[in-house]
């Protein structure tokens, strides 16, 4: 069941819809750039900076903020401080635009994740297409 605060018709523009928080270790970077087919070697105690969006998208995915069918149309992405090995990355989601366009539900949705320090890893913005029938 997608979390109503992120359906069509339950959105909040700049409301926090969730959160969510993972400790870094180089075991999961290890796995991720064997995935992804980076040299593991380069990323000794340092994730690939886009590691820290899959952790975002799968905050999403867990927390059902996406409703069925969506259809993504577009990301933004932004780079802040690298994150490394041992960091407590936090995440958190609002939506920030909600608008219709020829027909067409649209909501834009925005993930910040940042470092114990509370400085910036990476920021995701994209707009998504509502389809037809969802809530």
Not at 82 to 89: F, I, K, Q, S, Y
Not at 95 to 116: A, C, H, S, V, W
Request: aromatic share 8%; hydrophobic share 35%; charged share 20%.
């Amino acid at each position: 069941m997608t979390n109503p605060l992120t359906t069509y018709a339950g959105a909040e523009l700049g409301r926090e819809v969730c959160r969510g928080q993972i400790t870094l270790n180089q075991t999961e970077i290890d796995r991720f750039c064997g995935l992804m087919g980076y040299d593991s070697t380069h990323y000794q105690g340092l994730a690939p900076t886009s590691m820290c969006l899959a952790f975002g998208l799968r905050l999403g995915w867990e927390a059902q903020v996406f409703p069925r069918g969506v259809i993504r149309v577009g990301d933004e992405n932004t780079y802040g401080v690298p994150a490394r090995a041992g960091d407590v990355l936090v995440t958190t989601l609002v939506i920030t635009d909600r608008f219709e366009r020829k027909g067409r539900r649209f909501l834009t949705y925005q993930m910040d994740t940042t470092n114990p320090a509370g400085q910036q890893v990476c920021r995701v913005k994209f707009t998504a297409i509502i389809p037809a029938g969802a809530a």
